[in-house]
């Protein structure tokens, strides 16, 4: 029902990068801010980026944004145990008139 | 410090309406361009967002649960409450309530604590 779709898993080792991707159209990532969120077990969400690729405040430089056309990616680099979680993208969908959210990644430290 | 906290019923029962409540502090739902949103997750699932009200009372809604919700503010009572008509066992997940980075932003920075709510016979 999501209309961003996201992979359901990526993995790597501790120290390692990995990349999410999210895959929108023109109506919500083409023409509208992306942000990115991280969930742990038994959480709320948390705000990683906003605004494609800007990070709230305490949020480390480890975790990056970006936003090609109607794609955005998140990027995390030397991969910690306590990265594991799943990861959501966000944005406004101009035709919906509504917020969107991806389908979500599960991140696993090898 | 800013904070937010959903509550209302646990159970539900089938065709009932669900009210939820959000209550807030460290900020104004009366300042210009705050707004808050209701978000909703199945267990095990992904995010749904749900509805947002603004300062001016500007109202935005999921078009698929359109006809089902109407939100609300109590702008004196730090308060925002969601109502959702005809529940369904479908609708059980945790419903959160978050606060917006910015101005008219998407991005949801301050969360409740959720609430769970499971709707069964």
């Known amino acids: 029902q999501s209309v961003l779709t996201q992979p359901p898993s990526v993995s790597a080792a501790p120290g390692q990068k990995v990349t999410i991707s999210c895959s929108g159209s023109s109506s919500n990532i083409g023409n509208n801010y992306v942000s990115w969120y991280q969930q742990l077990p038994g959480t709320a969400p948390k705000l990683l980026i906003y605004d494609n690729n800007k990070r709230p405040s305490g949020i480390p430089d480890r975790f990056s944004g970006s936003k090609s056309g109607t794609s955005a990616t998140l990027g995390i680099t030397g991969l910690q145990t306590g990265d594991e979680a799943d990861y959501y993208c966000?944005?406004?969908?101009?035709?919906?008139?509504?917020?969107?959210f991806g389908t979500g990644t599960k991140v696993t430290v090898l | 410090q800013i904070t937010l906290k959903e509550s209302g019923p646990t159970l539900v029962k089938p065709t009932q309406t669900l009210t939820l409540t959000c209550t807030f502090s460290?900020?104004?739902?009366?300042?210009?361009?705050?707004?808050v949103g209701w978000i909703r997750q199945p267990p095990g699932k992904a995010l749904e967002w749900l509805a947002l009200?603004?300062?001016?009372?500007?109202?935005r809604y999921s078009p698929s649960l359109k006809s089902r919700l109407t939100i609300t503010k109590d702008t004196s009572k730090n308060q925002v409450v969601l109502t959702m008509t005809n529940m369904d066992p479908v609708d059980t997940a945790t419903y959160y309530c978050?606060?917006?980075?910015?101005?008219?932003?998407?991005?949801?920075?301050?969360w409740g604590q959720g609430t769970m709510v499971t709707v069964s016979s």
């Open positions: 460290g900020f104004s739902l009366s300042t210009s361009g705050v707004g």
């Open positions: 009200i603004y300062w001016n009372d500007d109202k």
């Open positions: 978050a606060l917006p980075i910015a101005d008219y932003s998407a991005a949801f920075d301050i």
């Open positions: 966000g944005t406004w969908d101009s035709s919906l008139s509504a917020d969107v």
